[in-house]
């Protein structure tokens, strides 16, 4: 198989399994909006949840492993311009981040919530386990996954964009697309930085779904037109 056909066939395997993974979540465990309450809710559910949602986000967080190669690939098949190898290094952290992210949710999150639910545990305890959970939350979810996730990812796209426009390997039409949505990526990775700290951004919070699914469209259209061409 050539490096085309293998970016290709990865390019529509990643974003399918990303939203795969996270309907199944949005369905059994009311994510992303389960993030936004009450952390005694949030582990109480997530311990009913019990090892096949551990496993679900064992899945979900695979999407990073699957991105790993396409960030690296698709610099090699844009080809042209000195972003290029800058692109594939963004692209590696924007993996590496999204893994260590979603990692808390496999090993970390089901020993706090079993630690809650213990009729044994003392008051003391588990305020030790919600300030745990929320310190965790807001370091690796939303600074490292988040924050640094969607940076990293915008980054990538605008980088790819770029050179899609000024070379001849893609339709210069893909590149603006992928700019444009990079670009919206990296603006709104600020959802809870500065003034919205506290809260969030609440634009930023709408548009990220969808640019989401935009961005997995154009990964998969990239890998169409790869696969078919001859």
Not at 92 to 114: E, F
Request: net charge positive; glycine share 10%; charged share 15%.
């Amino acid at each position: 198989m050539s490096v085309e056909r293998a970016a290709g066939v990865l390019l529509l395997v990643a974003p399918v399994w990303f939203n795969v993974t996270f309907m199944m979540l949005a369905r059994s465990f009311d994510y992303p909006d389960i993030l936004r309450r009450p952390t005694d809710e949030v582990l109480t559910r997530f311990r009913a949840g019990g090892s096949r949602l551990i496993l679900q986000w064992w899945a979900f967080m695979l999407s990073g492993i699957f991105f790993l190669p396409v960030a690296v690939l698709l610099p090699t098949i844009v080809r042209g311009g000195l972003l290029l190898p800058i692109a594939a290094v963004v692209g590696i952290l924007a993996a590496a981040v999204q893994v260590i992210g979603l990692l808390r949710w496999v090993y970390l999150v089901p020993y706090l919530a079993r630690t809650n639910a213990d009729a044994t545990a003392s008051p003391a305890t588990r305020e030790a386990v919600r300030v745990v959970f929320e310190s965790f939350h807001r370091f690796l979810g939303v600074g490292v996954g988040e924050h640094l996730g969607y940076l990293f990812t915008g980054v990538w796209t605008v980088l790819i964009g770029i050179a899609m426009i000024s070379g001849t390997a893609f339709a210069g039409w893909l590149g603006w697309v992928a700019v444009v949505v990079g670009a919206s990526l990296a603006v709104f990775s600020t959802e809870f930085l500065g003034p919205h700290e506290e809260r969030g951004w609440s634009l930023a919070g709408k548009a990220v779904p969808i640019l989401y699914m935009s961005w997995s469209l154009w990964l998969m259209v990239v890998g169409l037109i790869l696969l078919l061409r001859r």
